[in-house]
T-cell receptor, first 116, second 112 residues
Framework: GENVEQHPSTLSVQEGDSAVIKCTYS??????FPWYKQELGKRPQLIID?????GEKKDQRIAVTLNKTAKHFSLHITETQPEDSAVYFC???????????????FGKGTHLIIQP | DGGITQSPKYLFRKEGQNVTLSCEQN?????MYWYRQDPGQGLRLIYY???????QKGDIAEGYSVSREKKESFPLTVTSAQKNPTAFYLC???????????FGPGTRLLVL
């Protein structure tokens, strides 16, 4: 099955600086990679996703890059703000389903702390 | 994801007791999923169902059971065989042909 590794487990940055979170995956058949943001006690919320036919996707201050050859993808947050403080999870399709129909395999999460 | 509801918000289980967590969606989504979240572990897949009357085991199905009698409902039963049930349980759903999974608000299960 799929194995997703996420680093770092904790990331502290100054407000206004950039933050980068990295994930690797093992199944070359995976073709969909979402990122979720989870605030304390809340449900995970999708913030951005990327499919394997593109190498980068941007949405305002958030971007995701994908390197299929190396099997890694990264989340980039620019001009960080206090409300960006949360736990971020990357995921990849589990169980060889390619697009995630059979569920997702998640990384263990990164606790992002924005220092004022 | 406002169309996915889970109840109760908190649930207490006594030793040897089976408990059932509810998940309902009014989004007309075809597939539904149950994940378990432990601190520092991320989310792990328990069971999933892509159509009514059919479901598959995920990575940690032991001690759990599900049913899918209606498209909008996917209840999860935590049986007495699950020896470490304390966790945050999240239900998710998606439309067939689309990858995005949307999560419900979760149920926190605690053992007395």
């Amino acid at each position: 099955g799929e194995n997703v590794e996420q680093h770092p487990s904790t990331l502290s940055v100054q407000e206004g600086d950039s933050a980068v979170i990295k994930c690797t995956y093992s199944d070359s058949a995976s073709n969909y990679f979402p990122w979720y943001k989870q605030e304390l006690g809340k449900r995970p919320q999708l913030i951005i996703d990327i499919r394997s036919n593109v190498g980068e996707k941007k949405d305002q201050r958030i971007a995701v890059t994908l390197n299929k050859t190396a099997k890694h993808f990264s989340l980039h947050i620019t001009e960080t703000q206090p409300e960006d403080s949360a736990v971020y999870f990357c995921a990849a399709p589990g169980r060889g389903s390619g697009g995630g129909a059979d569920g997702l395999t998640f990384g263990k999460g990164t606790h992002l702390i924005i220092q004022p | 994801d406002g169309g996915i509801t889970q109840s109760p918000k908190y649930l207490f289980r006594k030793e040897g007791q089976n408990v059932t967590l509810s998940c309902e969606q009014n989004l007309n989504h075809d597939a539904m999923y149950w994940y378990r979240q432990d601190p520092g572990q991320g989310l792990r897949l328990i069971y999933y169902s892509q159509i009514v009357n059919d479901f598959q085991k995920g990575d940690i199905a032991e001690g759990y059971s599900v049913s899918r009698e209606k498209k909008e409902s996917f209840p999860l039963t935590v049986t007495s065989a699950q020896k470490n049930p304390t966790a945050f349980y999240l239900c998710a759903s998606r439309v067939r042909g689309r990858e995005t999974q949307y999560f419900g608000p979760g149920t926190r299960l605690l053992v007395l």
